[in-house]
């Protein structure tokens, strides 16, 4: 082998000498992982930085509750990059199609780690075992969320039914006054099965007949969220599609006079009165 040879490998040796010395005086290599973790979250950072850029990998493990559905685990595992600041670190997640940054310092042994507009979150140091053990964890408490979901499930719709049935009626006017809708649900059995009625109130703008007012039987099915309802319009099937906002005091519903779906909300017998009373006697101002 030449001097010269001899010379650039002494030089490289040196180099990586030098810089796995500066390495491991980083505190960011000085733990396995950095990990939040609250109820049904685990995150961790595997995280190595060498010569003031950051390389590694951002791990997520949520369990994801939706009314309705079965809990699931969602598991997601993005690469990162990032670079040494004046302050700390910025560490940029890609995954799913976009980019995070956040901002990330040292607070003793743990990293602060903030995404922008965000507080920030304390991701403790910690060991493989320990992480192995928060994955144990959360992997228990999801087992526990499905064991628990269809009693949970049956609880959530035997209110939502209670409160549907207690409910005197739903009451949407249109913006420019011209027609009145109240909808009235009969009868709601936990099955998911309706029965009701909607009442159209109508300001017609003709001054021999401004106002009228008909009548449509409906039958329907709900799960607590999506609504369907079948009436007869002139003859003709008519299927209304809504949703429920969250529980039984209000729904959005399609109507075949409106292109958009319109917002009913709950209402007591005498707001019901007086406003069926208020409407007719402004419409038959008109004769």
Known sequence: MGTAAIILLIGIAAWWAVSAAGDRKDPLNKADAYAYRENGILYWLNLNSRGGKVKGKQHRMNIIEKIGDPPFL????????????????????????????????????????????????????????????YVKDIQQEFETAVYHSEEKENKRLRKFFSDLNHIYGFLYTSENGSYQLFLKIDEALLEGELTGSLLLMADTGTPNNSYEETNYALNGITDGQMLEFYTNVDGKQTKLKGTFHGDAAAFDLSFWLSEDRLPFKAVMEEEYKRSYAEFKAEALKRK
């Open 74 to 133: 969602e598991e997601k595992h993005y690469s990162l990059r990032g670079e040494k600041t004046g302050k700390g670190y910025e560490l940029t997640v890609t995954g799913d199609g976009k980019k995070i940054t956040y901002a990330a310092w040292f607070n003793g042994p743990n990293l602060m780690v903030q995404e922008q507009g965000r507080a920030a979150d304390i991701y403790k140091a910690v060991g493989q075992k320990i992480i192995d053990d």
